[in-house]
């Protein structure tokens, strides 16, 4: 049987606390988030889509570790991950300008493209629509976004998620022998750290001292096997001190407890002092998929715990004893993100199907193979 091992971490010191302005972004962020995976659950359960990986009570986590990159660091998500992409993609000042002052843009904002039209190319990823970042060859977050000139470095997921922590510290490694201060932030679920590919991974990056700043999502579940079956240490985080890096575990339904460790880690990486490995400890308020019956495998007490301390209320309490949001202020930014959702998947929905030209297409680098690929194919499919 799992408990939760979910600390209660004190508020930020007055040296650490979080900007306002922070704040604000996160909390759009955050019920955009919600937004988004409201919606889908919804379709999900009535078939309108298959399955759906819902981020629900991860937001503080993605979204907080998030919000500490600057443009040009490196992103590697896997399954929950959607409140760090939506962080990572879009200038929230222009995609809700009614919520924000024009001093709450950034620099990065600054070099991002239009939010609507990428949130609407994200959902019609999701619906396999030709206007997708895979032109409609899959329905999934399994594609990656590299435009540089955005700012933006994300390399998506693959199913074998273990497999996904060598490639984050792939991109630690880049960025060291591009001669840049660029960190990498990759995310993983606790069950995910028993494979292999999480020694291998980590033991290179303290090796080399790598800017990686690996996240641990700790719903204490993984697929359906409680810590108890999972690990015998008493946090996952006691394993970084093994491969000489930083390890630390934090409360991750706390916006700012993680914002601010985060935070820290991203400054040893950029001063050269190597990797961190940062263990945020969440409740299990979904099923490892929509529908496949996971959820049911925790006791009903414990199920009932773990929705009652959704973390979108805890943030809202919090926003409201720092004087930044009251209950309008709070109604305003869910009605907006709801907004905002509803538009993107209605025109995601009617958008144009995908090709068989788009599903022919070379799956490599311009050159000798990729052509000799097209070629191939189009002989197949002729013939």
Known sequence: MATSKTPNAAAPSAAEAVAPAVLRRAHFLMHLSRAWDSRFEAMARVGRIGRWYSAVGNECTTIGTALALGAGDALSTVHRDLGAVL???????RLAPTLFDAADATAWDALRPDPSALLDRLASQVFGRR?????????????GLLRP?????HVGMISHLGSMIPVASGLALAAVQDHTDRVALGFIGEGATSQGDFHEALNFAGVMKLPLILVVENNQYAFSTPLSEQYACARLSDR???????????DGLDFEAV????RAAVARARAGDGATLLECMLPRMRGHAEGDGSYE???????EGYLAMDPLPRFEARLAALGLADAARCAKVQETAKAIIEDAVERAIVGADPSLDEALRPVFAPGEVAEAF???STEVFDG
């Open 259 to 262: 914002h601010v460790a985060m």
């Open 149 to 153: 000139e955005w700012g933006i470095r």
């Open 87 to 93: 962080t990572t993609y879009l200038d929230a000042t």
């Open 131 to 143: 206007e997708g970042f895979t032109r409609g060859v899959d329905r999934s977050f399994h594609y």
């Open 297 to 303: 495998l925790i006791p009903p007490a414990e199920r």
């Open 374 to 376: 097209a070629r191939m």
């Open 240 to 250: 970084a001190a093994g491969y000489g890096i930083a390890g630390e575990t934090v």
